[in-house]
């Protein structure tokens, strides 16, 4: 069974930095589309930041460019976003997600599209 955790969400004041985590088991993440996803209260979900386990190629959604930063261990088979000059606006639950390849090696930043999460983890920003 697929399980993936994250891990690294806390409250920082805006300016500050975190990093989070998201530990997979039940499969080798070499061949997948891991992303992080965030939703705040109220707000739909939305796609924050994605990466190509095989590739490495990486897609940010373009609130948070130049600010976050998605990287892989596979030796570890754990996922980070590093998240630096955090706004109020970051605010939300923070999931990890988890998909198969497909021929093109696109990772959407469109949550339809995975179907392996974690459970979240809280990001609170404030100014």
């Known amino acids: 069974k697929v399980q993936l955790v994250e891990s690294g969400g806390g409250s920082v004041q805006a300016g500050g930095s975190l990093r989070l985590s998201c530990a997979a088991s039940g499969y080798t993440s070499s061949s997948n589309c891991m992303g992080w996803f965030r939703q705040a209260p109220g707000k739909e979900r939305e796609g924050v930041a994605t990466?190509?386990?095989?590739?490495?190629?990486?897609r940010y959604a373009d609130s948070v460019k130049g600010r976050f930063t998605i990287s892989q261990d596979n030796a570890k088979n754990t996922v980070y976003l590093q998240m630096n000059s955090l706004e109020p606006e970051d605010t939300a639950m923070y999931s990890c997600?988890?998909?198969?390849?497909?021929?093109?090696?696109?990772?959407?930043?469109?949550?339809?599209?995975?179907?392996?999460w974690g459970q979240g983890t809280q990001v609170t920003v404030s100014s």
């Open positions: 990466i190509n386990s095989r590739s490495g190629a990486t």
């Open positions: 997600a988890a998909v198969p390849i497909g021929s093109t090696g696109y990772c959407p930043l469109a949550h339809t599209a995975y179907n392996y």
